[in-house]
T-cell receptor, first 115, second 113 residues
């Protein structure tokens, strides 16, 4: 069964460092997303991406964040200068359609710990 | 802004029914979802309900929607140990596209013998 894969599963970094989280969405999907969950809190929408551009982003997704689909298969989330409050589980998701009945398929998540 | 609230923990005995509750604030939500997360796995869509329905049943799962009270529940009949997981309630933000879902914090369901 096709699945969304994410790497790394866990990354520890120092505050101020750049981090890139990688995702391989399901191959025929056209819509891509990043969500995150700070420990004990809600899963929060960060950004959606379609047709090689950001289609929607939340207030959390400030200038420190960027997304890219560099090679037609990977979908990356970059945090330029990490802060302690960026520590969270980051989930990548993809979908075939943006219709509400279309299922989002989530990866297992990348846990980011900022020290 | 939109908000989704759910209780954080539920413990049930194997074979009993589980009821996981959720409240949401966006009255314009048209679709509401239940996702399941097993240990070490991503969120997986369990079921969804359209806002013009008040009930949806799918095998052991029953979703009840009270649109007036903005209350959603997920009932799992004959709960098994394999149902132990975190269950997330989510609403699709207003009329927005691009699958911007508003999630709750998740309810951890523990099933004991």
């Amino acid at each position: 069964e096709p699945e969304v894969t994410q790497t790394p599963s866990h990354q520890v970094t120092q505050m101020g460092q750049e981090v890139i989280l990688r995702c391989v969405p399901i191959s025929n999907h056209l819509y891509f997303y990043w969500y995150r969950q700070i420990l004990g809190q809600k899963v929060e929408f960060l950004v959606s991406f379609y047709n090689n551009e950001i289609s929607e982003k939340s207030e959390i997704f400030d200038d420190q964040f960027s997304v890219e689909r560099p090679d037609g298969s990977n979908f990356t989330l970059k945090i330029r200068s990490t802060k302690l409050e960026d520590s969270a589980m980051y989930f990548c998701a993809s979908s075939e359609t943006d219709k509400p009945t279309g299922e989002l398929f989530f990866g297992e998540g990348s846990r980011l710990t900022v020290l | 802004g939109e908000d989704v609230e759910q209780s954080l923990f539920l413990s049930v005995r194997e074979g009993d029914s589980s009821v996981i509750n959720c409240t949401y604030t966006d009255s314009s939500s048209t679709y509401l979802y239940w996702y399941k997360q097993e240990p070490g796995a991503g969120l997986q869509l369990l079921t969804y309900i359209f806002s013009n329905m008040d009930m949806k049943q799918d095998q052991r799962l029953t979703v009840l929607l009270n649109k007036k009270d903005k209350h959603l529940s997920l009932r799992i009949a004959d709960t098994q140990t394999g149902d132990s997981a975190i269950y997330f309630c989510a609403e699709r933000e207003g009329s927005g596209g691009y699958n911007k879902l508003i999630f709750g914090a998740g309810t951890r369901l523990a099933v004991h013998p």
